[in-house]
């Protein structure tokens, strides 16, 4: 069992940034791949980005290259989102994802997630 919480999120001006973590307990988290997805009113899950087990690879939804970041310290059983420029439309409950499969960009693939984290980007 990967137990996955995530932290973070909260009220932000357009153009501003903010870094979402995911704190991971139980198994051995360097095995995992992990994932952060977002979920807003009305829509179905979106992948955003994932990351290989060492940190050395990662893989981006077209969208989401020029803005985010992800990165993932295994000392630390952490995975990170950095959000820059944000957009209203960035809007969203962000999850982070854990599981097996590489890369981690179909939701159906992963194995574990965290509650979530309210991003709300104001105009």
């Known amino acids: 069992q990967v137990q996955l919480v995530e932290s973070g999120g909260g009220l932000v001006q357009a153009g501003g940034s903010l870094r979402l973590s995911c704190a991971a307990s139980g198994r051995a988290f360097s095995s995992y791949v992990m994932g952060w997805f977002r979920q807003a009113p009305g829509k179905e899950r979106e992948f955003l980005v994932t990351?290989?087990?060492?940190?050395?690879?990662?893989y981006y939804a077209d969208s989401m290259k020029d803005r985010f970041t992800i990165a993932r310290d295994n000392a630390k059983n952490t995975v990170y989102l950095q959000m820059n420029r944000l957009k209203p439309e960035d809007t969203a409950v962000y999850y982070c994802?854990?599981?097996?499969?590489?890369?981690?960009?179909?939701?159906?693939?992963?194995?574990?997630w965290g509650q979530g984290t309210q991003v709300t980007v104001s105009s």
């Open positions: 994802a854990a599981g097996v499969v590489w890369p981690l960009r179909n939701e159906r693939e992963a194995e574990y």
């Open positions: 990351i290989g087990r060492s940190g050395a690879m990662s």
